[in-house]
């Protein structure tokens, strides 16, 4: 990693996920990320990823950034943000431009990019552009465009979009925190960075963060994003299942589910009887493969969405090696191995600790990570911490490898349009 040796940078990544909402902070210095604390509190006015009470978010959002400059002892004013919601949508769109100086710089890219004309619904916000491909005069370029000589390079890009309202709503929830956004991107590509190694984004991955409310998808190739989509399924729709199947409240739904996740595959387990208290406050001992015969159709119909989403990856003609899951909903045991039995694709967890172990590549990494820390809730987060100091290293070197444009009006638009609440 390029960076000057006095560099010190202090960063904020705020996940604002529909079942937590959590608060990691970090220093960014010549040594890499060193992350000073990481705070959560649950999340009370989202569904399925997206805001549906104001006040809630704000108090919640509130509460947890207390809670982070209380342990940090700094006050924190900007923060980088990541989005999800069934209402993002990622599209292929192409440009071309003409090499100003023999020589292609960042700022041709950007200047290529930034001149695409697509056309947006007045209710939708474009979020990010992200290049995908360079071809220069008519050769795919594997590697970093920037330095290369030619005459005319196309780029691939994905343009990001969102529903206005919901983007406007979470940005509100900051502003009326006292924070201002510095940065904002998808979760799935937030996680990404906190839970890949180089040669996964080169050889083809794709991510599956497995939220409380979502799950966010993200494919890489080539060391460049491919594809983004959200399905709007996530734990919450287990816990769901055993409330109603099981006649639970949706806290003692969740106690089980995480207590007895390991039933998916585990034959012994199968058996074997729980304590249940229903809903009357009375305990109850019922099979365990009651809760095998509810939670694994549910299993099934994710993995059976993915496959889907692979389908329509491979349409695209990218060729994917490996998935990585990750998010607090990939922690429930063996839905991994059931997936990667159905997809006949090698499938691992996604831990953050990844990132700490990348320490001799190029891209951004951990100094070092707590155990506590080392869990697929925290990816979103810490992968945060990654994406924003990606681009002060990055910004320090002429490189294509985190070009990615964002429409300048976005903040300024949003924050004028502010007034009506209407998810
Ligand atoms: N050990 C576990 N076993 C099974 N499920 C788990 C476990 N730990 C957490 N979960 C589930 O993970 C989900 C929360 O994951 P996460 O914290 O990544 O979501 P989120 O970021 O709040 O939501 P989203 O990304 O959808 O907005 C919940 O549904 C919870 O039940
Ligand atoms: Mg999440």
Do not use: W
């Amino acid at each position: 990693m390029i960076i000057k040796k006095s560099f010190k940078k202090h960063l904020v990544g705020l996940d604002i996920g529909t079942t937590k909402i959590c608060v990691a902070v970090g220093e960014l210095s010549k040594n890499g990320i060193t992350i000073t604390s990481i705070n959560t509190t649950s999340s009370l006015g989202l569904k399925k990823g997206t805001v549906i009470n104001i006040e809630s978010t704000v108090n919640s959002i509130r509460k947890v950034i207390n809670d982070a400059e209380r342990f940090t002892g700094k006050p924190i004013h900007e923060v980088l943000i990541a989005v999800t919601g069934s209402h993002i949508k990622g599209e292929q769109v192409s440009t071309s431009t003409y090499i100003k100086n023999d020589e292609v710089t960042s700022q041709d890219i950007e200047t290529a990019i930034s001149s695409i004309n697509f056309n947006i619904p007045p209710e939708r916000e474009i979020l990010q552009i992200v290049p995908t491909d360079f071809i220069l005069d008519g050769a795919s370029v594997i590697s970093d465009p920037v330095g290369l000589s030619g005459f005319k390079l196309d780029i691939n890009s994905i343009i990001i979009t969102g529903s206005s309202i919901a983007i406007q709503n979470l940005i509100e929830c900051c502003r009326r925190a006292g924070l201002e956004i510095k940065d904002i991107t998808l979760q799935s590509i937030a996680s990404a960075e906190a839970t890949l190694y180089p040669e996964e984004k080169k050889n083809g991955i794709a991510i599956i963060d497995l939220g409380g409310g979502t799950t966010d998808i993200a494919v890489y190739k080539d060391d460049y994003l491919k594809y983004v989509s959200v399905i709007a399924l996530g734990g919450n729709h287990f816990t769901n299942d055993l409330s109603i199947g099981l006649g639970l409240t949706f806290q003692e739904a969740e106690r089980i589910k995480i207590k007895n996740s390991n039933i998916l595959l585990s034959e012994e387990s199968k058996n074997s009887e729980i304590d249940i208290y229903e809903i009357s406050g009375q305990i109850k001992k019922i099979p365990q493969k009651y809760l095998l015969e509810i939670l694994l159709p549910r299993a099934e119909e994710f993995i059976s969405l993915i496959k889907k989403e692979l389908t329509k990856i491979n349409k695209l003609g990218i060729n994917i090696g490996s998935i990585v899951m990750t998010g607090g909903a990939s922690l429930l045991h063996s839905l991994d191995k059931l997936a990667q039995a159905t997809l006949s694709l090698p499938v691992r967890i996604g831990y953050p600790k990844a990132s700490v172990l990348r320490k001799n590549s190029s891209r951004p990494f951990l100094t070092d990570l707590l155990p506590e820390h080392n869990n697929p809730i925290y990816s979103t987060s810490i992968g945060l911490l990654l994406y924003g100091s990606d681009q002060y290293i990055y910004a320090e070197e002429d490189s294509s490898a985190t070009i990615t444009i964002k429409m300048s009006s976005l903040f300024k638009k949003t924050f004028s349009k502010i007034g009506g609440f209407n998810v």
